[in-house]
């Protein structure tokens, strides 16, 4: 059974609980889905570009933005500057020491949906990001996304754990919950080496 889109996927997960009277039910176990992948997944996969420039002290995230990975300014190829990343409170330390002045920037700090580089910038900076880019979900205008297309088992087993809440008879669960463990740890192990070494990282490009 091919399962590379939403459809394919509810038909999947509609088969395997040979349940025809879930329809309205089964869109629900897939998100439920795609919001733990988001809080649990952390792969190459996930790693997005973006750039700014920016002379304000605030920065706002891209939209789809789901974890911090590296931020650098840029000052002309070959030049960057690593910034380091930093607790609220060692921001607030950092400003109160050299009293909330302009200057070059040499961390940053994470509040809500904003960036806070520390200290302020005096002038136009270019910044380099790379993070994690949040899984969309799966719907009727959003046909497929790169998880279902790379491992639609996980997607499909995910789902299926899902629908245990709400069926609460399966004895096929702990094979499920078996076979997803055994595909995301695979999944972490291949994301892992292929990360190594960090200067060889490939990440899809977008804008803020």
């Known amino acids: 059974m ?33 919001a733990q ?16 420039t920016s002379n304000a002290e605030n920065v706002e995230l891209p939209t789809d933005w789901l974890e911090h990975y590296s931020l650098v300014i840029a000052d002309g190829a070959p030049n960057r500057w690593p910034l380091r990343y930093m607790s609220e409170r ?9 009293g909330g002045t302009g200057g070059q920037p040499v961390g940053y700090t994470i509040i809500g949906n904003m960036i806070e580089l520390v200290p302020a910038p005096g002038g136009d900076v270019d910044l380099k990001m790379v993070y994690y880019q949040r899984i969309p979900d799966l719907s009727a205008t959003v046909a497929s996304n790169w ?3 790379k491992a639609p088992d996980v997607y499909l087993y995910s789902a299926l754990l899902n629908a245990e809440p709400y069926l609460n008879n399966d004895e096929r669960l702990p094979l499920w919950a078996q076979l997803r463990t055994a595909i995301v740890e695979a999944m972490k ?3 892992e080496a292929s990360l190594r070494p960090r200067s060889q990282i490939t990440a899809r490009a977008r804008a803020f």
């Open 2 to 34: 091919a399962i590379q889109t939403y459809d394919e996927l509810k038909a999947a997960v509609a088969d395997y609980l040979n349940r025809a009277d879930l329809e309205t039910q089964i869109p629900g176990f897939i998100q439920l889905a795609t």
């Open 37 to 52: 992948f988001n809080r649990e997944l952390r792969f190459r996969d996930m790693q997005v570009r973006a750039d700014a």
């Open 90 to 98: 060692e921001s607030n330390d950092l400003k109160s020491a050299i």
């Open 147 to 149: 998880l279902l297309l």
């Open 189 to 191: 192990l291949e994301s």
